[in-house]
């Protein structure tokens, strides 16, 4: 019987051509070849520095956009018009109102939930360690509002008030992460705290000071669903699609039609997700080792699948694993990524655009355009740190350790980055858009200002053998 040669020819050559299809097939290490791709990816994403970086060029692309020969086309985009309808409900807004109703809906959101994470067991859940950034970021609201009204006075430029309080905690931290590990734990810590506290303030000017007319039977409506999601947490639901239905389904859309800023209803939904554990750290540890030790005495299948009590034992460890991390912490992990990476850039580019028309001077002397930069770069400053001075003179706090003076007056040059939410509260402020271009203009010359600044004087505090970068 005649063979068959699979690889005619000169035989010596089949280890070889073995040995290559080998090579090509396996993998060199445990990593799969999508692994090795996006690994550099991940490293740039979990870089504390990457969001800051994103947003910023989103907005300078929106800058240039806007001063460009398809200026109307980059604006009109955001008027689309669409919406949804359901019976004989319908509802219709332009992009950039979704995108501000809407998409900025999730990142409150997440700022609830980290709000109420430092509440609990953060950095505001003491009030010795809680006590100095929160009066610092009462003196950096109140006296940025004060300074922007020394220049504005009329009836409709005064509305703007609120817009130089708001801190960009993203761009903040941001800015301070740049200098690495060399920058005292306790700055970051200080900084972070204020700009979460900042962040409840501006929550609450928001809700007090910037909505219409209120529609009380939307309103009512939405306080029955988040009545709802109060006892679903009392009675121990952890279910993060059943939040997500009363969330978004009843309390947001409820509050988007009542006249009280939607965003508001994303901070009050945050704050009934569960933030307990169904088992405490002992019990997971022992009921781990437990899982692990069978795991390991499990009888093995010797291929790339696992066997049927191997998959039951797996099973067990994800739903244990679950159980011990709050349902609270496990929507912040996940949604950040989103939030930092997709909502965020994508609010700065629909919002930082600024067309300059005519005479530039015209606008950046405007009483706005001042009020807002003198606000964020002067107001927050003198707030920061003068409040800190203050509180140190008269012993009522004491200061972090690690931390020296010129390290509050960097932070707060630091909260003079207004960006997100100064942009955010703009929007709600002003009707008029030449008072929207000179209250951006303002927003990105002190933020701008305020970034560099903060960082040179961080930067320069500490000891010449670290400054390096």
Same mark, same amino acid.
């Given at each position: ?235 121990? &639901? ?78 067990? &460890? ?53 009020? &807002? ?97």
């Amino acid at each position: 019987m005649q063979s068959c040669e699979i690889f005619p020819g000169n035989h010596s050559k089949l280890p070889k051509i073995i040995l290559t299809l080998s090579f090509i097939f396996t993998p060199m290490s445990k990593k799969a070849p999508v692994d090795i791709l996006f690994e550099p990816i991940k490293r740039f994403i979990n870089n504390s520095t990457t969001s800051g970086i994103l947003l910023f060029s989103s907005a300078t692309l929106a800058l240039i956009l806007s001063n460009s020969p398809w200026h109307d086309q980059f604006h009109h985009l955001w008027e689309i018009n669409f919406g949804f309808s359901f019976n004989n409900f319908y509802i219709e807004k332009s992009l950039h109102h979704w995108i501000n109703d809407g998409l900025m809906a999730v990142f409150f959101f997440v700022v609830g939930l980290e709000l109420k994470r430092e509440i609990i067991a953060g950095e505001l859940n003491e009030p010795r360690k809680a006590m100095l950034p929160i009066a610092c970021a009462i003196g950096g609201m109140v006296f940025p509002a004060a300074v922007y009204l020394l220049f504005n006075h009329s009836e409709y430029s005064s509305k703007g008030w609120g817009i130089p309080m708001a801190t960009d905690i993203a761009f903040a931290l941001g800015v301070l992460y740049l200098l690495g590990d060399k920058v005292p734990l306790t700055l970051k810590v200080f900084l972070t705290a204020l700009a979460i506290a900042d962040d409840l303030g501006a929550v609450l000017v928001i809700a007090l000071f910037y909505t219409s007319d209120i529609n009380i039977t939307s309103l009512l409506t939405g306080s029955i669903f988040m009545g709802a999601m109060i006892i679903s947490n009392i009675l121990g &639901v952890r279910s993060v699609l059943w939040y997500g239905i009363l969330g978004i389904g009843g309390l947001w859309l409820a509050f988007l039609m009542s006249g009280v800023h939607a965003t508001i209803a994303a901070v009050l939904a945050a704050f009934t997700i569960p933030a307990n554990v169904k088992i405490d750290e002992l019990t997971f540890v022992k009921r781990m080792e437990n899982l692990m030790q069978k795991f390991r005495t499990a009888r093995p299948n010797n291929v790339s699948t696992v066997t049927n009590e191997q998959l039951h034992i797996l099973e067990e &460890v994800r739903h244990l694993s679950q159980s011990a991390l709050t349902p609270l912490q496990r929507l912040e992990h996940t949604m950040h990524p989103l939030v930092a990476f997709v909502i965020m850039p994508i609010f700065a580019l629909s919002n930082a655009g600024i067309t300059v028309s005519g005479d530039l001077s015209d606008h950046l002397f405007s009483p706005v355009t001042l009020g &807002v930069m003198f606000g964020l770069l002067a107001g927050k400053v003198i707030g920061v740190a003068g409040v800190a001075y203050i509180f140190l003179k008269l012993k009522w706090v004491t200061m972090p350790a690690g931390l020296n003076f010129s390290h509050i007056v960097g932070a707060g040059f630091l909260a003079a980055v207004g960006f997100t939410m100064s942009l955010f509260i703009t929007g709600l402020a002003f009707a008029n858009p030449d008072y929207t271009l000179q209250a951006k203009l303002g927003i990105l010359v002190a933020s701008l200002t305020g970034s560099f600044v903060g960082y040179f004087i961080i930067r320069k505090s500490l000891k010449p053998s670290i400054t390096k970068i």
